[in-house]
């Protein structure tokens, strides 16, 4: 199992284990087409656990909560030279913006991407950071806002519609699993999302 795969694996157990502790206050709703588990916040108590070893980091939960929308965990060190990106999910809200981009060859290519309103502050930091430090894959706009290159095509065609019918007067919330596995030469329309597991 090569290092992405154990990394998705340790987001999976981490959260799973949280839903598990405070299964009690989750709310199961059962609709005709599906079953959706309730996005209410649920506070952690502070007595239980919430730091956890892996590859030799500490990573701690924020804000002792955990639920579909946002459960982040950030590597507890201050140690500058050591990659601090955070993981979990977010939940960001904003609205569908297409931009023209260079891939290789200079063929020109359209990348699909959510300009930023809203959204975790370890996860829009960790994005901020990765452009201010010369990484091209997303960008900052004329208004200062992050426009982040998001994975569609794993999404159902109605959530793919919904996000394109977003704008800046009707925004959408996007929940994504973060982050993915970075590589060199990756194509310019490529994500950091590992994939959008929510859209409303």
């Not at 929940?175 to 994500?191: D, E, N, Q």
């Amino acid at each position: 199992m090569n290092k992405f795969l154990y990394i998705i694996a340790f987001i999976a157990i981490l959260i799973g284990s949280y839903f598990i502790i405070n299964s009690q206050n989750k709310v199961l709703q059962e609709t005709t087409e599906n079953t959706e588990i309730s996005s209410t916040v649920t506070e952690i108590d502070k007595d239980k656990e919430s730091s956890y070893d892996y590859n030799s980091n500490t990573y701690q939960l924020t804000d002792n909560f955990c639920n579909l929308e946002k459960c982040i965990f950030t590597k507890n060190t201050d140690d500058i030279e050591t990659d601090q990106t955070p993981i979990g999910i977010g939940t960001f809200e904003g609205y569908y913006t297409q931009y023209n981009k260079l891939d290789w060859g200079d063929v020109p290519v359209v990348c699909d991407a959510l300009t930023v309103i809203n959204g975790p502050k370890e996860f829009t930091d960790d994005f901020i950071n990765k452009v201010n430090s010369g990484n091209a894959i997303n960008k900052i706009n004329e208004l200062g806002q992050l426009v982040f290159n998001i994975p569609l095509f794993s999404l159902s065609s109605e959530d793919r519609q919904k996000i394109k019918n977003s704008s800046i007067n009707n925004p959408v919330k996007i929940s994504i699993l973060y982050p993915t596995r970075v590589g060199r030469g990756v194509p310019a329309c490529f994500s950091f999302a590992e994939k959008i597991i929510n859209v409303k």
